[in-house]
């Protein structure tokens, strides 16, 4: 006769709990984003490209993700959230850790010796660069020159194949 294996009922639903719990995360680790968009982001301060820092947004010590973060730092806003709704600049700066207002970024702000100016899509932006809305393959220019040189936007910028 054949002797069957019989485990305990708490051992069985322990089981059971851990591999739906497996399921669960497998599936949301490969299921679609509703919300998944980039945008390029550039500061400039003369003609000198500062760098937007890689892994912002994402906690290094438990890798959780904010829906608005970076990885690397060629200034590419990656937009993953499960929930479809707007994301603005102002939510990136605020993962940051820097102010954006409309007359600076951080420390560096219009002065009578500094000019403060914002392009999206290489066109002048007037309004508050915190509220600016990311969209696909947006570029926002943040460019401070000299008072009295005339700021222009850096080339636009090219978007690897993968985007």
Known sequence: MTKVFELPVWAVLTATAVLCTGVVALAAGVAPVPEHLHAHLTISINGAEQTVPANTGIDAVTG????LH????????????AVTRDFELGQFFDEWGLPLTLTGVGGVTSSPTETFTVFVDQKPYTGDP???VLTNKMDIDLVFTPAGTPASPPAP???????
């Open 64 to 67: 959780v993700t904010q829906p």
């Open 70 to 81: 970076t990885h690397d730092t060629t200034g590419i806003l990656h937009v993953e959230s």
């Open 130 to 132: 915190a509220d600016i």
């Open 157 to 163: 910028f090219v978007w690897p194949a993968q985007y």
